[in-house]
């Protein structure tokens, strides 16, 4: 009797761009990300340091990746949350799916982008990653947070959103400046979502940010 040998599972392979792996690129990001007082701007990436850090790598993915990636997070089923903070659709804890390019991307942000945020600001993480699909529909909205617990030092956005997103569509990344108590004030700056980019700052009882209430689909 012959016993059939199961197909091993082929992933992508993601690695990071050579540009955002050049060592001068992540000595000049590690000196802005440390001053907080300069912008950078590029094809490459984005970094604020007012009200607080907040950092973007742009086209983070080959288009493909992102593309099949996306498919994937909406072929999943989502659950409706809704509370006096939040109003959107999540998926099952993403660590637990074991299709291709969700496994892909989890393995390559458990990787080469946790390596390069942790040269950015000095700090080693933990293993532990919190991933969820989440999609905001129309009017569908996150209020004013700061994500803040002892567990987390850095939250993190890979958007999927269609290319064509713009302000119009709303879901922004509404930034908050904080009074001498650590209180939210108003919104400081206003962070419009772009395809395959990934956002990510550290927490703190500072980093008060919402997701603008949304008038489409977005991922």
């Known amino acids: 009797?012959?016993?059939?040998?199961?197909?091993?599972?082929?992933?992508?392979?993601?690695?990071?761009?050579?540009?955002?792996?050049?060592?001068s690129i992540i000595n000049d990001l590690q000196l802005k990300y440390g001053n907080k007082k300069e912008i950078m701007n590029s094809k490459l990436l984005y970094l604020t340091t007012s009200p607080f850090n907040v950092c973007a790598f742009r086209n983070v993915l080959d288009e493909d990746v992102a593309i099949n990636l996306l498919q994937e997070i909406q072929d999943l089923s989502f659950v409706f949350k809704e509370n006096d903070l939040l109003s959107l659709h999540q998926t099952m804890d993403l660590n637990d799916v074991e299709s291709p390019?969700?496994?892909?991307?989890?393995?390559?942000?458990?990787?080469?982008?946790?390596?390069?945020?942790?040269?950015?600001?000095?700090?080693?993480?933990?293993?532990?990653?919190?991933?969820?699909?989440?999609?905001?529909?129309?009017h569908n909205n996150l209020l004013c947070h700061s994500d803040c617990l002892s567990s987390r030092h850095t939250a993190f956005i890979l958007y999927l959103v269609p290319k064509t997103w713009n302000t119009t569509c709303g879901g922004t990344l509404d930034l908050f400046e904080s009074d001498e108590n650590n209180n939210p004030v108003d919104i400081a700056k206003?962070?419009?979502?772009?395809?395959?980019?990934?956002?990510?700052?550290?927490?703190?009882?500072?980093?008060?940010?919402?997701?603008?209430?949304?008038?489409?689909?977005?991922h």
């Open 1 to 23: 009797m012959m016993v059939k040998s199961k197909k091993r599972k082929i992933l992508p392979t993601i690695n990071l761009s050579d540009d955002l792996q050049k060592q």
């Open 101 to 138: 390019y969700i496994s892909a991307v989890r393995d390559f942000i458990y990787s080469d982008v946790k390596k390069l945020i942790e040269k950015v600001i000095g700090t080693n993480f933990n293993e532990t990653i919190d991933l969820h699909g989440i999609a905001f529909n129309q």
């Open 190 to 218: 206003s962070l419009c979502p772009e395809f395959n980019s990934f956002t990510w700052f550290e927490v703190s009882d500072r980093s008060w940010h919402q997701v603008f209430r949304s008038s489409g689909r977005r």
